[in-house]
């Protein structure tokens, strides 16, 4: 008999049988790897305690706080570089700010034109009908 029961390091069996949709196979897929590495090194490691001894077990744990520490620190690494990107990137958005609103008032000038000319175009539209109906009017009355 193991001094240490494995029962509790078991994988879960699944509880139901539905299907689910497709977008959430990978977090399950993601989360049954490592659930699975996990149990497969914690079994590894039991087996080292129950054939050759505490300092086995012992030494297999330091290895494993190694890897820890490595992931550990590649994970620091990878926040700095977020880090760094985020505030190059509002450097970026900040040194692009006047120019933005430089065209977004351009923009705006432009758009202002454009309405001011059709504003304008339907003033003339409106005074060449008036004529054109004066002219009629004009022309109705010298034929009576």
Do not use: C, F
């Amino acid at each position: 008999m193991p001094s240490i029961t494995t029962i509790h390091e078991s994988l879960p069996s699944p509880t139901t049988t539905t299907t689910t949709p497709a977008s959430s196979l990978p977090t399950a897929l993601s989360r049954a790897y490592t659930s699975h590495s996990y149990v497969a090194s914690r079994r590894a490691h039991l087996a080292l305690l129950d054939a050759y001894g505490k300092n086995a077990w012992l030494v297999g744990n330091w290895h494993l706080e190694g890897e820890l520490k490595a992931v550990e620190r590649e994970l620091a690494a990878a926040r700095r570089e977020i880090d760094l990107l985020t505030l190059a990137r509002q450097g970026a958005q900040e040194g692009a700010g006047p120019e933005m609103k430089g065209l977004e008032e351009g923009w705006r000038r432009g758009v202002a034109r454009v309405l001011e000319t059709e504003a304008a175009a339907e003033g003339l539209r409106r005074e060449v009908l008036a004529g054109v109906r004066r002219a009629t009017e004009a022309e109705a009355q010298e034929g009576r």
